[in-house]
């Protein structure tokens, strides 16, 4: 029982003691808190010393990691008073708030950092059994309200209906089989009995019967009929039988079905509910994509406005939002830069009622978090609307902090004909900015274009430090004294120090896709508003993949979303625009697209295009796929069973579920579509459907499949259950399961629902 072997560790022990900690949100609120974990080895418990019954509760698997010392704003601030060693936070995972503590003593402070750790560390090895069975141990701790151990009958109804499992009273099978787990015929079930209990209960039909199908004595299945199953079914091909032989070692629980190399109905299922039985192909979770090409050939997770936390007009900056940013793999930031009243820089968003931040802080932060989910560069987006004096501090800030994580030269020292690969900037940060001239000889002291990066006027931003100059083409006219004057007007506007540090991202203004073919650098990139992008994708999309080829180029929101709301972010990478900004703080359908995107290769940040988007001579338009050359549409049909323990959406006792499932597909605009099974009564616990939904794809490479739950409300909008985004080429046919994630893209185990996935050429 994995809950009991940990007790003996000495800091777990300290936790179950409890202790007494300084919960803190502010400089001026610092209150004490009893803080314990409870028996199960999971749940932290904690309440004032005072009040009367008030308590709060959070699970471990609640909590993505633990930082010591002073590393959060709000300990930072109360850094005088109390010394680091006392200091840590807590940080949840999605989007829910830190929790910062500080202990009375160093051991103490000790004792909670790494115990809690070594709990996050036992919940993320654990297998999926043992995940199963500590959820159900929440449930049982949680309903059991006096602490005996025991649940009677009705106590046991009542769990089940928190627990989202609506039985009726004609429904046979619940005394049966609370009998069958009472033992000891005491009428009431104790803990292991009742895990057992549930087990019956959920025990799954549909899997059954798919085991049945392929087992010659209906009890279990011999090593030939696994592979067989896994190369009809599954279509793994000539990988099959190893296959079989691995997935018995890894899920069979029986040591005896295991010695005679075969697999029982506990195992199969053990199987189908895996990380290998999911619908997301396990080897394009790792690193599988070429990292070798030119950064314009990849998709970059890139955010918008990353230092706030809410919305653009009132919200908070924060440093928090960096970490949450670069720890999601996010791989281009944005920073909005601002003169300070004491001469140090700050960012925030201009002219509106946001905190601010210092720039230099701002700059340590990303220092120390950039490399931790990725290796691969990063971008930071500099919006600038600073003096030159200020400007100059930038710099200092950006050279001292960074040291040699900032690239400051060329790779080679040649003028680049194409840009670096991810691979070859590993461990890299890269400036996005104005700049005085290029590296072409003729561009030495020059000035090219400069115009604030998100010339959007709805946007609200101040003009930027706009030099009014002229456009890049005059490079070529040997004219340049007449631009002598000028040259000196920009230095006093941009200054020469931060333009030294741009060297593959120099922001321009774009002239046009004729004038870019002709004349532009491929260092040089352009910021475009969705609208404009999306204006271009439909008047111009064969030249937009195609300037994607060569150049970078960003997309912002329009600054009409002062709520920070998205865009959909698929209509820019139909044409393959890499740096696609979105606000990560907000969720919804457009960040579940990009967590999607970016799944795929170790979540690193970088997706490669497909080799027709790459190809600088492509003809491909998004508009009419079937003019590609290696045009293939393929028949995606999916058929949805049955799902398992649907959260329920609101706690209020006697609601019930009634869900319904929704499979959407974005990529271009033919295969945008949206298909949905009928909902199920008041069933959230094991619903089935057994409805086929059937699409056609003109362009599998784009596309992105959204899988909703949704609880059906005939008198209002559905409300939200859960969802799995992921990219078509990265589905696995057969019969899968798909992990349900929450609003805010974290695991919610064990709601799944389970499907069967064919695909098919269409001839
Ligand atoms: C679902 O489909 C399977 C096989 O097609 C069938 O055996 C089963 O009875 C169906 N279940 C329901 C609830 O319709
Ligand atoms: C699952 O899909 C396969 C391939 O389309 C089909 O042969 C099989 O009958 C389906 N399973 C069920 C239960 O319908």
Redesign the pocket.
Known sequence: WAAICIQDDLDVKVMMAGSTLRKVKSRSWKKQRHFRLLEDGMTIWYKSRWAGKGHSTFSVTEVEAVREGHQSEVLLSIAEEFSADLCFTLVFHGRQGNLDLVAESPEEAQAWIQGVRKLIHRAQTMDEKERLDQWVWDWFQKADKNKDGKMNFKEVRKLLKMMNVEMNEEHTALPFSFQMADKSQSGSLEIEQFVHFYKILTQR??VW?VFQDYSGDGEKLMLEELENFLRVEQQEGEQSAQHAQELIDSYEPSESAKKEGAMSLDGFQMYLCSQQGSIFKPEHRDLYQDMSQPLSHYFISSSHNTYLLENQLRGQSSLEAYIQALKRGCRCVEVDCWDGSDGEPVVYHGHTLTSKIVFKDVISTIKEYAFKASDFPVILSLENHCSVEQQTIMAEHLSQILGDMLLTTLLDGQVPQQLPSPQELKGKILLKAKKIGGFEDCLDETMTDEVSDEEDIANGDAESPTVENPPAEICSSNDFAFYLPLLQISKSKLSRQLSDLVVYCKSVHFHGFDHARLHAKCYEMSSFSESKAKRLAKEAGTEFVQYNTRQLCRIYPSGLRTDSSNYNPQDMWNVGCQIVALNFQTAGLEMDLNDGLFRQNHCCGYVLKHDFMRDGNTQFTPEKPEERKDYRPLRLSIQV?SGQQLPKVNQKEGSIVDPLVRVEIYGVPQDQAKEETSHINNNGFNP?W?ETLNFIIHTPELALVRFVVEDYDKASRNDFIGQFTLPFTCIQAGYRHIHLLSKDGTAIPPASIFVNVSITELT
């Open positions: 039909d549909e019967k069973i089935v057994n």
